[in-house]
C-alpha cells in the first residue's frame, strides 16, 4: 500500500545551473548531493551505462530531486503544458505582483501575465523550460 509521497524530480541539463535557479528564485536549500553509476543505479532505472549527478533540494517539507545524466546524455522533450504527459509544480507567494515583477527583472522567463481579478497565478520556466507556476492562494471572505 502506498504510504505517501516521497520526492518529485526533474532531469535537468545543467544541475549546478539548476541548483542556482531553484535557491535564487524560489528559496529551497540544498538537502544533499550525490554521484551514482554502475549497475546498482542501472538496475533500479532501467538505463544501461547510466551516470547521474543528483541534488535534493527542500522547500519546508517539499523533496525536488534535480538529476543530470552525464551518461547517456538525453534528448531535450517538448514540456509546454498542452502535451500529453506534461507535467508543472505550482509554488505559493503571499504577493503574486510583486513576485512576478522581481523576477521577471532578473530574467526568469514567464508564458504569461499577472492579471488583476482574474485567476491568481502565472506560468514561468526554469533554466531548462521545465514549466512551474507562482500561485496567490484567495483570502477567505469574513
Partial sequence: MIAGHGHTSFTV???????????KFLGFKVDRRAETKGAG???????????LLIAHLLLGEFDL????YVAPRGAKLD????NVGAAHIAFY?????KSYQE????GVRFL???TEGGPRGVYFLDPDGIVLELV????ASA
Fill in 13 to 23: 541539463s545543467d544541475l549546478e545551473r539548476s541548483i542556482a535557479f531553484y535557491t
Fill in 41 to 51: 543505479i542501472e538496475q533500479v532505472i532501467g538505463v544501461p551505462g547510466a551516470h
Fill in 65 to 68: 530531486e534535480l538529476i543530470q
Fill in 79 to 82: 514540456t509546454r503544458s498542452f
Fill in 93 to 97: 507567494t503571499d504577493d503574486l505582483m
Fill in 103 to 106: 523576477m521577471k527583472a532578473q
Fill in 112 to 114: 504569461g501575465t499577472v
Fill in 136 to 139: 496567490q492562494p484567495r483570502r
